[in-house]
């Protein structure tokens, strides 16, 4: 077998098949310095357990298990706490941090000038992406490539964020800001009620222009700092913003700060799925809550908004992935839900299908779903019973 890469697309996917060379029976490559091209040559002999040479798909898939170990293992237990709503079962893993942050399988760009659609998927990857059965795919396919670049938003003045702040805490939430206004409102209510991040630092997950951060601001947190695809540049003092590599270079070397609180609000559903420039994972949502998992304190909180459904779970590819029942606990792996956002209740969660909350979907293809601001706890690995004690909505596991 013969693998030719342009040199566009060395990086990536030549790096983990030049890694794995040893693991092949017979290995030669070069480099053709007029085509601009690296040839890999694989001869097709079966490994001595009679299994073919992984394909440069079944190499990175490899490399993504290797990094994410038992996380990635999404037939783990599950705890649910009603047995009439299984949305917010509880799982644990172990999770092994200095692994996952090493591995730089979230931070690289995919190996692609354009978004993949979902025939561009390895056929390594399809059926997890589809959770072996349990989550089905629709295509619905956006151009959004800021990794490797500049953000959306990629200079976040101070009195631009000053002045979002002042709105919010005059409850204006009309000149700034994505989503709906409730959206907006919510969320600062659950920051200053349920997460409660007053004194804290926090950091955001995903933020294509400082909304949240002036919301994180307004309820009264010590700092932020941000996670983003795209680089930003900031004068805001109490504003720190970081890139994927950036921010796992600081870890590594131990210039990470632990954070009291996690924000993240309609970000998290789009890893792995190459619409923003990142390379194709189909676990790339649940290994980002872990590393946010890893650099939270005891006891911190991880506030989420998602889009979620009662019954399916779905990924549209490379849109997003919306929430049920299936995905949710593993997604949370090692959080313990606290409470829901203001105004929004069980009953409102399960029938969200049936609630005009967001009309979206792809061309042609219209649904409703519910995307609430929704409070967890940072837990052990393993669950212990004190911690599910302190966790009214948890009390049936007990």
């Given at each position: 077998q013969i693998y030719m890469f342009h040199s566009t697309m060395m990086d990536k996917e030549s790096e983990l098949a030049l890694k794995t060379a040893a693991d092949l029976p017979t290995f030669e490559s070069?480099?053709?310095?007029?085509?601009?091209?690296?040839?890999?040559?694989?001869?097709?002999?079966?490994?001595?357990?009679?299994e073919p040479p992984l394909t440069p798909g079944g190499i990175q898939r490899r490399e993504i298990l290797k990094a994410c170990g038992e996380l990635c293992n999404l037939n783990r237990p599950i705890l649910k706490p009603d047995p009439d709503f299984g949305y917010f079962g509880y799982s644990t893993s172990r999770t092994n941090c200095t692994a996952l942050f090493e591995s730089s399988i979230l931070d690289d760009p995919g190996n692609f000038t354009s978004p993949p659609r979902w025939s561009d998927v390895p056929h390594e990857f399809v059926d997890d992406y589809k959770m072996g059965g349990r989550a089905k795919v629709e295509e619905w396919w956006i151009k959004d490539m800021f990794l490797g670049g500049k953000a959306k938003?990629?200079?976040?003045?101070?009195?631009?964020?000053?002045?979002?702040?002042?709105?919010?805490?005059?409850?204006?939430?009309?000149?700034?800001?994505?989503?709906?206004?409730?959206?907006?409102?919510?969320?600062?209510?659950?920051?200053?009620?349920?997460?409660?991040?007053q004194d804290q630092s926090v950091l955001v997950i995903g933020s294509e222009s400082p909304w949240i951060e002036a919301l994180v601001l307004a309820a009264g947190a010590r700092r932020v700092t941000t996670l983003e695809y795209g680089a930003i540049q900031t004068n805001h003092p109490r504003v720190t913003t970081y890139t994927p590599n950036e921010f796992r270079t600081a870890y590594l070397e131990g210039d990470l700060e632990q954070f009291d609180a996690v924000v993240s609000y309609s970000s998290l559903e789009h890893s792995g799925l190459g619409r923003y420039g990142d390379a194709l994972n189909p676990w790339g949502d649940?290994?980002?809550?872990?590393?946010?998992?890893?650099?939270?304190?005891?006891?911190?909180?991880?506030?989420?908004?998602?889009?979620?459904?009662s019954k399916d779970d779905l990924v549209y590819f490379n849109a997003g992935r919306v929430y049920g029942p299936n995905r949710w606990p593993y997604l949370v792996t090692n959080w313990l839900r606290m409470n829901y956002s203001s105004g929004w209740t069980d009953d409102v969660i399960k029938n969200a299908p049936q609630i005009p909350r967001r009309l979206r979907g792809p061309p042609g293809f219209n649904i409703f779903w519910n995307q609430s601001s929704l409070v967890f706890r940072r837990s052990g690995p393993s669950g212990s019973a004190d911690e599910l004690k302190e966790t009214n909505l948890l009390q049936t596991l007990l």
């Open positions: 070069g480099v053709n310095h007029q085509s601009g091209k690296l040839r890999i040559e694989v001869n097709n002999v079966p490994h001595a357990n009679n938003v990629s200079n976040w003045d101070k009195d631009m964020i000053e002045s979002w702040k002042a709105m919010a805490l005059e409850n204006d939430f009309t000149k700034f800001g994505n989503y709906q206004l409730i959206d907006r409102s919510t969320l600062l209510n659950v920051l200053t009620n349920v997460s409660k991040v649940i290994m980002a809550v872990a590393r946010a998992w890893c650099v939270t304190k005891p006891k911190g909180t991880l506030t989420l908004g998602l889009s979620s459904m």
